[in-house]
């Protein structure tokens, strides 16, 4: 059985380590002439803060678009197509919202084929929360997974 990938989501945080799963992406989708669709996961504390009016969203949105239009470019050097979004990771009205359930429910929405998350940071940051969807994409993603 040959695996068949169009689509990779990597879910980014602007961390060391998500960097690092977009390099592992963009091998993936080098390898099956695939795309990548890269979503940058806001946390709990940067949702917080947009909501009680501390942080502008718009200096938000400019941070991370600059972020991933660093790995668009990385996909026009590589020939990968880059298509990407910006997603809460937390919500303070719907109890179920995490940072794992907002990658797999990406995932199914653009029919991704596979997943590269990133694992756990180690300098503890707190705009860092993938940490948070690694394992829970692992155990509940229907799609091929790789975690770096």
């Given at each position: 059985m040959t695996l068949e990938v169009d689509l990779v989501l990597v879910p980014v945080d602007g961390s060391d380590e998500s960097s690092d799963a977009v390099?592992?992406?963009?091998?993936?989708?080098?390898?099956?002439?695939?795309?990548?669709?890269?979503?940058y996961v806001l946390g709990e504390e940067v949702v917080r803060a947009i909501e009680t009016g501390a942080v502008d969203a718009d200096e938000v949105a400019d941070e991370t678009e600059l972020y991933t239009e660093g790995i668009r470019q990385q996909?026009?050097?590589?020939?990968?197509?880059?298509?990407t979004s910006i997603a809460y990771g937390f919500?303070?009205?719907?109890?179920?919202?995490?940072?794992?359930s907002v990658v797999l429910d990406t995932a199914e929405s653009i029919d991704a084929d596979f997943i590269v998350v990133p694992r756990e940071p180690t300098s503890g940051d707190p705009g860092e929360v993938?940490?948070?969807?690694?394992?829970?994409?692992?155990?509940?993603?229907?799609?091929p997974v790789l975690s770096v």
């Open positions: 390099e592992y992406a963009l091998t993936v989708a080098e390898t099956y002439g695939a795309a990548i669709h890269a979503m996909g026009d050097e590589r020939g990968v197509d880059v298509s919500s303070t009205r719907i109890k179920t919202r995490h940072p794992g993938l940490e948070k969807a690694a394992e829970y994409v692992l155990l509940y993603a229907s799609q």
